[in-house]
Each structure stands twice: as C-alpha cells, then as structure tokens.
C-alpha cells in the first residue's frame, strides 16, 4: 500500500505564525507588575493619529458605524464597486475601479499575488534587507527566495531578471526608510517587463513620504507590475482590515477572480471608502499635515538619537529610523526588551537581517512622545551600565583575591579617561553615582535629555594607592554593598 504524503505542505512547516512584540513572559509578568502601559513605536502608523481624530478631517464616526449597522445582517458585495471607485479616485492619474483589487490587508495581497504566480522552484528576488514576510510567503509557494543589497538589485542583469518570476520589494523600504525615485524605478519596472517578471511594489507608507514617487500611473498595459497600498498605516488604522492592489485592468481581473471573496468586513468596507474618499484624497490636510509632522519629527530624532553613543540612525525618507547599534554595549533584543519592561515597543530587527542582533527601527510618533521614548533610553542605558559595573567589578574582587594583577585597559577606548598612568583596577567605579560634588562629580544633561551624574573631573579612584585600599576593603568577608560604604567612609570620605 502506497504511504500518504504528510497533511501539511513540506514550505509549510519553514513559516511561523506573525506577532506585534509580544514580550517573553518574564518581561511582560514585571511590566503588569508595575501596571506599565505601552507606547507602540515599532509600527509605521501615521503619528498624526487616526484621521476619524482628526478635527479637519470631515469624516463622521459615528454616523459611519450607524450606517454600517444596517449591513451586517447580509453578505457585502463581493465587487466592493464603491470601495475600488474610492481607492481609485484617491490614488488619481487616470486609475478608474478596474485596475484595483480589494483585499483584507497587504499581507493578503501580497499572498494572494504570489499564490496566483509562483510555482515550486520558482526564484524570486528580494533586497537585503526586507520584511521577512516577502521571504516567508514566497516560500509558502515553493519559491527560492535571492535576497540582493538594494543597489545591485536594480542595476541586475537581464539574465538574472529573466531568470526571476518576481521581484517584490517596498517603496519606501522597510526597515531602512529609504524611497527610490519614481525615474529610477520605473526603468527597472520596464526591464521587469520586457524578462517577463512580475514586479510587485508595496507602497504602504509612501502618503506619509512622497506619494508623487508611485508607480500607480505606469499600470496601464503593463500585465508584470503590481502597487500594493496600505490604509492602516496612512491613516494609522490597523484595526480596520482593507486594502487594495494597484495593475492593468487585465492583471487586475485575473487577482478578482483568484481573491477570498468578501473578505472585507461591512464596518471595513464602509469606513476605508469614507477614508479613500477625504477631501483632496492624496493631498487632503490630514495627509499633507502628517507629512509636515513627520518630516520635523524625523530631523528631531536623527539629530537627538545621533547624539546617544552606541546609536547610529540611518537615512531616512519615511515615517520611521532605522538605528545601528554596532557600537552599543548590548544588542538589538536586550535593548528592544529592556525597553518594553519599561512600556516602550521599538522594533528588533533581526529578522529582517539574517538573525543578526545590531538594528532597531523607531517608528515616528509626536515630539512629546519621542521626548518621553529618549528619556526613556537614557534609564536602560544608564541602569544597565550600572547592572554591568558590578559585574566587573565581581570579576575585579576575584581576580585579586585570586593573586592575579588587574588587567590592563591601555587599549581601551577611553584610555586615558583622566590622566597617563592611571591606575586601571578599577574600569567602573564602585561608588557611582556616589552625587557628591565635592569629588569633582556634577550632574549634566545628557544626549538622551536625561540627568546623567558625570565624572569626568574626579580622578580618585585612578590614583594607584587608593585603589588598592579600596580594593583591599571589597575583598574583606561580608556584603559587596556594606564593603562599598565602608570603604567610601574610611578612604574616600576623609579627602573630601
């Protein structure tokens, strides 16, 4: 008797279902200890705030959700003709409902145009980095998925286009924020055309950047390219499942005739056309309003984040900041985690980057937001430098006791911190921040906005023969903290 093939698809098991930062139990059992509430910037959301918020906006809640009550007790219409009119009308340049196909979210839409296209062993490319959804879903089909860095990714050969049943990559990118030209684009989209490979566009941020820089106007008679648009993060309304696709009335037919049918929700339905339908569409106040926010807020956080050590913000065209933490103390997840204890999600991009623990993306919010977020770093920053102060200072009082001589730090970045020749036993201070100006110390406000005990001035504990009375106190039998204060009393408090 023949043996059955396993229930699920081999791809299938490559794939993992999809959380919004969800923290590791420990993490989220110490933030409701301390009843923390969260503000989210790991999202791409509009930091205008929803647009039924918006005081301009001319758009009526409650009277939409009254008139979406009369509709729940039967099926939507499946063609959604007023929703694709409303997305049409919105995106403009001659788009009619024809080239638009609705869908329950980008992720749908993205699944729905690689399930009607890609075959097993089919290759499709990608930039390095992207969202690792692009990879996961092609993966889904049975594609092999080529991650190429961005620039070599445009420039590819013919050989290598043609070879490729698609290309699928964000404008602007994500995580990196960064928006290709339209002229530049739109070149690649034709060499797409003419290899005969699909090129799918997510434009989901592109309103909260330059929406003038779309491809939707170069969909007529291409049947190989695809814009994807996103609603949730224009009008930052996540909890509203629509969306829609942008391609020749040809290529359009084909996904409304492949799509789930009524896969948007009456409420969805009703409130995104009323959405799609603001006055000015793609220049309405509410949008040209966010970009102006979002521009300053953007110059406001390269320059302030720039200024913490360890934090490289990245270039950016969009609503969020890409940071490299390279020459930070601790990595991606540590510091995304230590922050969510604290209520504040930011996003760990080791996904997107092969599992490598360096980048975080910021998302945009409003100044009295990114003010709190920065201080915020500030408190993890200077409390993990203390939880990692006396950690070496442990290994210090071991080595000692031990008979070893201390290590020398002539090669540390810092060295010489005061003077040539200091004494190096101890590289973080046992008494920080002991908050006695009398040492030298003072308070100063640091890059992060936050009050930062400096001691840069104080040089006591770097000279050799007080170093080595202290350190013979810390070694004493008994509790490290009660040995510190003694040691504070008896050495350093009689010379100040």
């Known amino acids: 008797m023949k043996e059955k093939r396993a229930v699920f698809k081999e791809n299938t098991y490559l794939i993992s279902q999809y959380h919004h930062c969800i923290l590791p139990d420990d993490l989220r059992a110490k933030a409701d200890a301390q009843k923390t509430s969260s ?103 049975g594609a092999r998925v080529l991650p190429l860095p961005p620039h070599e990714l445009l420039l590819a050969e013919d050989d290598v286009l043609s070879c490729a049943r698609l290309v699928l990559l964000s404008n602007p990118a994500n995580p990196g924020g960064h928006l290709i030209p339209r002229k530049e684009l739109r070149l690649f989209a034709e060499r797409c055309a003419e290899n005969k490979t699909m090129l799918i566009v997510d434009e989901s941020c592109i309103e909260l950047c330059d929406p003038s820089q779309t491809l939707a106007g170069y969909t007529f008679g291409n049947d190989y390219l695809v814009i994807i648009r996103s609603i949730a993060h224009s009008f930052s309304l996540p909890g509203l499942k629509a969306s829609y696709a942008i391609a020749s009335e040809n290529l359009a037919q084909y996904f409304n005739n492949g799509r789930l049918p009524w896969s948007i929700g009456a409420f969805s339905d009703l409130l995104c056309t009323a ?91 409003t100044q009295e937001d990114n003010d709190i977020l920065l201080k915020a770093i500030g408190e993890v920053l200077t409390e993990t430098s203390k939880e990692d102060a006396r950690e070496r200072l442990e290994v210090t009082i071991e080595s000692a006791a031990s008979g070893a001589a201390p290590a020398s730090r002539g090669t540390c970045q810092y060295y010489p911190c005061h003077f040539k020749g200091q004494d190096c036993t101890f590289c973080f201070c046992p008494f920080y921040a002991c908050e006695d100006e009398r040492t030298g110390g003072k308070w100063i406000v640091g890059s992060s906005g936050n009050r930062v005990w400096s001691c840069e001035n104080c040089t006591y504990i770097h000279q050799s023969t007080l170093s080595r009375q202290i350190l013979d106190i810390l070694m004493e039998e008994g509790d490290t903290e009660a040995n510190i204060q003694k040691a504070w009393s008896k050495i350093l408090k009689p010379l100040l």
């Open 275 to 365: 959405v799609l339908s603001i006055e000015g569409g793609i220049n309405s106040r509410y949008l040209e309003e966010s970009r102006q926010l979002i521009q300053s807020q953007r110059n406001y956080l390269m320059n302030r984040i720039g200024r913490i050590y360890g934090f490289s913000p990245q270039h950016s065209d969009a609503n969020y900041l890409l940071v490299d933490l390279k020459d930070l103390f601790m990595d991606s997840r540590t510091l995304t985690q230590n922050l969510a204890s604290k209520g504040f999600l930011i996003k760990d991009c080791s996904s997107f980057f092969q599992a490598e623990k360096q980048f975080v993306r910021i998302g945009m919010r």
């Open 39 to 141: 503000i989210d910037f790991s999202t791409r959301l509009n930091p205008m705030g929803n647009v039924f918020q918006y005081q301009h906006s001319g758009l009526n809640l409650d009277g939409l959700i009254n008139a979406a009550k009369k509709q729940i007790n039967q099926y939507p219409d499946n063609r959604y003709l007023e929703f694709r009119t409303a997305a049409a009308d919105f995106i403009g340049k001659g788009i009619t409902f024809a080239n638009v196909v609705p869908g329950s979210g980008t992720c749908e839409l993205i699944r729905l145009i690689l399930g009607c296209t890609l075959e097993k062993g089919d290759i499709v490319l990608t930039p390095f980095p992207s969202t690792p959804e692009y990879a996961l879903n092609s993966v889904l089909f």
